[in-house]
């Protein structure tokens, strides 16, 4: 009976522990992207990562002295894109996007995605409903 009670106490934990892990990864917009720092980038699409609990856009962006610099870009929970008309085919390699969203805090090339617009004009929300994100109030998970 000690055996038993010994294996579910510790099994108990284990699930606590890795519960607490992956609520401690999945945070807040403020702790980690500033409201103040919008960002404009325009950019060609090097790969989309369908990741949970955040997607990531990775794009090159030419500098104004010609050198390239590689930005990563946080959007929506894969679900949540696809629930949007997204699917693994909407940003292929070699495309051109523009992307609006606000910087990391600490002024790396990351960044948080509100908008994704296309050569052609049209544009999707790549967004996350996450706490503190900027518009948050207006913007709806469908």
């Known amino acids: 009976m000690t055996n038993r009670f010994t294996t579910c106490v510790l099994a108990a934990a284990a699930t606590l522990g890795l519960a607490?892990?992956?609520?401690n990864a999945h945070h807040s917009f403020a702790a980690e992207f500033d409201r103040n720092k919008p960002v404009h980038?325009?950019?060609?699409?090097v790969e989309m990562q369908w990741v949970n609990p955040h997607s990531w856009l990775h794009i090159?962006?030419?500098k104004e002295d010609g050198t390239v610099e590689r930005w990563a870009v946080e959007g929506g929970a894969p679900s949540a894109l696809l629930r949007r008309g997204w699917n693994r085919n909407s940003l292929p390699p070699g495309t051109s996007v523009i992307v609006e969203g606000f910087q990391a805090k600490?002024?790396?090339?990351r960044a948080n995605a509100r908008d994704i617009e296309f050569p052609d004009g049209t544009s999707l929300f790549i967004g996350s409903a996450r706490i503190g994100a900027p518009y948050e109030e207006t913007e709806t998970e469908e």
Do not use: H, M, Y
Request: glycine share 12%; no cysteine; hydrophobic share 45%.
């Open 41 to 45: 980038l325009e950019g060609i699409v």
């Open 106 to 109: 600490d002024g790396s090339p």
């Open 60 to 62: 090159d962006i030419t």
């Open 20 to 23: 607490a892990s992956v609520a």
